[in-house]
């Protein structure tokens, strides 16, 4: 208790302990009133304000010890701003020995004086200035606001006399329908009582007529006794006759004017529809550009104009016809009015729709060439976390691509040694030549099947005479390449060219047929050097994996050019689906699996193949060097290994086994990496394949592959 009470004593006696604590606090209004004072303005701001305008272009950083070297007058502007700046805070003023003066005369010493001694007494600070650049800068938005305000009151009264503009229109052309309405009911109801009145009229005719009819009768009988009674009735008889014609012509007016009055109101009741079809909010909803305000002031006035011609004629009767023409006039400018405003709604339309669809293409053409980019080779990436070989090419190797730009080159070369043939549009012999040696050329390739191998020989004959130089039948004509100087050249073109459309259609649709055209177009091959190089020209322009080459997106191509350097068909900018794009790719790299590994069996000497298997083991090995590429790759070597497997594992024996390990345990992880889950159908079919194999220890035969059997059938 001791020591607690030794505490209280050396708090006590301490610094805080000594303050003096006041529990009624709140009720002494001087404690705050420092804080709840309004904030004073300086009354040397607008000093410090032209200090900072007028020398804005130097750098001027007043302190508490500096002195300005000359007095600066207050213009009148500062003194302004320093009114209102004292202004706004009531009660604060200045002392009136620091405050500066204000006089007219610029050249007073007593104003010098005075400002001398106020930039001595009060010096500027940076307080000040900050608080003078404040003031400007709130004046400023002020004032920005202020002319904002103005500008939206502006437009908000032309709105608002826009939509008052609009509404007096519009109930003038509801009070000139409710009014045209009147008029046809009056018009209606006056029709019925005429005929009412002329139905009794009728009868009333009726009536003097048999009256007159006793009256002939009677003053027949008078006349025979008296002449005098004679003339009278003769003279009576033609004032009746010009009354009753006054009568009609009267009636006949009258009718006209009825019928010119209805036909005036239908003239008003349409020009009132029509005036009806334009935008009344002059612009379309889906056209924010197109503006019709010009055809609904003009379609009002019309609308006016008629109106004010039915009012004329009530007032004086009946319508005249050029009052008649005059509507019928109006209606046809309305009619103009509408139509030319649906043909400039209409071409807007077409605007934008085009608009849409360029905007539509190019976004459609930037996702395809960020797809493009997407598909570009890139190293793959590790899954797994599977140590994977690293360092794989993009492209072919240089010597590859050399070999291909070759035979691109000469195949360009070729084209060119044949263009009076290909150019033989008024020469009708040229032209006849050209057709011949088309169907001479194409025809046999179209029919090579697999029915019989003397069928099969009598067609490789065929072709190859033609090449020789010999005649041939086809057609029922003779056909011969010696018949135009360029013949040749133009057959081994298009023999190379259709030997490569076979494979893309019919090996792709039946890959039973890859080795009967394989074996015709190797034994060509091996006798005629020429279309071989030509074929594999065709071969690598349709299906550039064939080299393999994988062509890179480049900036300034379309997205269709970069498509058919890919192998696409594209027709009218539509490109071919993927499925059908990759059943043509297969079909052409299982020809040439096919055409390696094969060679006519009827030549006179059998050497060495022309393009043999170490041709496919190269394209194989670049094949694996290279990254892959989505569902392609896969696709590819599944076909080539299935078509081709089985010859390059009788050559190469344990180093294709060791090609086929490496592409399971390394390369298949690769196209993993880069495959989607809807393109696991080729990378699958690839597995089982390479998993079979292994197990087996054996890779089966192509099937279609020919029999000796086969050539004696």
């Known amino acids: 208790r001791e020591l607690r009470w030794r505490t209280l004593a050396a708090l006590r006696s301490s610094s805080k302990g000594q303050l003096s604590y006041r529990r009624h606090w709140l009720q002494d209004e001087d404690i705050l009133e420092g804080c709840m004072s309004p904030l004073v303005l300086s009354p040397y701001s607008g000093w410090v304000l032209d200090r900072v305008v007028g020398q804005s272009a130097q750098e001027i950083t007043p302190t508490r010890c500096s002195t300005p070297k000359e007095p600066t007058p207050l213009t009148s502007g500062s003194s302004s701003l320093e009114k209102v700046a004292s202004g706004s805070h009531q009660g604060s003023s200045p002392p009136s020995s620091a405050e500066p003066s204000e006089t007219k005369g610029d050249g007073d010493p007593g104003l010098l004086e005075t400002d001398q001694e106020a930039s001595q007494v009060v010096l500027p600070s940076k307080v000040t200035e900050v608080e003078g650049c404040i003031r400007m800068y709130e004046e400023m938005h002020r004032l920005k606001g202020k002319e904002g305000l103005r500008r939206r009151q502006e437009q908000q009264e032309q709105m608002v006399r826009a939509v008052s503009d609009l509404a007096s229109e519009q109930l003038k052309r509801f009070d000139e329908l409710k009014e045209l309405k009147q008029h046809q009911e009056f018009q209606d109801l006056k029709e019925v009582m005429e005929k009412s009145s002329k139905e009794a009229q009728g009868q009333q005719e009726k009536l003097k007529e048999e009256h007159r009819h006793r009256a002939k009768e009677l003053v027949s009988l008078v006349s025979l006794v008296s002449f005098p009674l004679l003339v009278l009735n003769l003279k009576l008889r033609e004032a009746e006759q010009q009354r009753q014609r006054q009568e009609e012509l009267e009636r006949l007016r009258k009718e006209e004017g009825q019928e010119r009055l209805r036909r005036l109101y239908s003239l008003q009741e349409e020009v009132l529809q ?10 379309h909803k889906d056209l924010p550009k197109i503006d019709l305000s ?3 002031n003009r379609g009002n006035q019309i ?14 009767g009946f ?8 509507a019928e006039r109006a209606l046809q400018e309305m009619r103009a009015l509408v139509a030319s405003m649906q043909q400039e709604i209409a071409a807007a339309v077409e605007v934008k729709r085009r608009d849409e669809e360029e905007e539509s293409k190019k976004q459609k053409e930037l996702l395809e060439k960020q797809k493009m980019k997407a598909q570009t080779p890139a190293p793959a990436q590790q899954s797994g976390g599977k140590q994977q070989k690293e360092g794989l090419q993009v492209k072919a190797d240089e010597s590859i691509m050399q070999w291909y730009q070759q035979l691109q080159d000469a195949a360009e070369q070729c084209v060119a040694s044949f263009s009076e043939i290909s150019n033989c549009k008024d020469n009708n012999e040229v032209k006849k030549i050209k057709t011949d040696l088309q169907k001479a050329a194409t025809i046999p390739v179209s029919q090579i099947s697999s029915r019989s191998g003397s069928q099969l020989r009598e067609i490789f004959d065929k072709i190859d005479n033609l090449l020789s130089g010999k005649s041939v039948q086809t057609g029922g004509r003779t056909v011969s390449v010696t018949q135009h100087p360029q013949g040749l050249e133009f057959v081994h073109y298009k023999l190379a060219e259709k030997f490569v459309k076979q494979g893309g259609e019919e090996v792709a649709a039946h890959r039973d047929a890859a080795f009967t055209i394989a074996v015709v177009a190797s034994g060509i091959w091996e006798l005629h050097p020429r279309v071989g190089d030509l074929f594999l020209a065709h071969l690598h ?25 890919l192998g696409y068909d594209v027709e009218d900018s539509k490109v071919e689906e993927q499925d059908h794009f990759l059943k043509r790719m297969s079909g052409m790299i299982c020809l040439y699996a096919a055409i390696i590994q094969v060679q006519w069996p009827h030549g006179n000497k059998q050497g060495k193949h022309p393009h043999g298997l170490n041709y496919g083991w190269r394209w194989l090995s670049q094949m694996l060097n290279m990254e892959p590429l989505a569902d392609v790759t896969a696709t590819l070597l599944f076909c080539f290994l299935e078509v081709c497997g089985n010859a390059l594992l009788n050559l190469y024996k344990a180093q294709f086994w060791k090609m086929m390990v490496f592409i399971q345990e390394d390369y298949i992880p690769r196209i993993e990496a880069i495959t989607s889950s809807g393109q696991m159908g080729s990378l699958t079919r690839l597995k089982q394949f390479l998993e079979e194999c292994l197990q087996q220890k054996k890779i089966p035969a192509p099937k279609g592959a020919l029999k000796p059997s086969f050539w004696k059938s």
């Open 303 to 316: 609308c006016g104009l008629v109106s004010g011609l039915i009012r004329t004629t009530n007032e004086r």
């Open 541 to 565: 322009k349709k299906c550039p994996y064939s080299v393999p080459f994988y062509p890179a997106f480049k900036e300034g191509i379309s997205v269709e050019e970069y498509r058919r350097m």
């Open 294 to 296: 010009a055809y609904s």
């Open 319 to 326: 319508p005249a016809p050029a009052d008649v023409a005059h």
């Open 274 to 283: 029509l005036n009806q079809q334009i935008d009344p909010n002059y612009r």
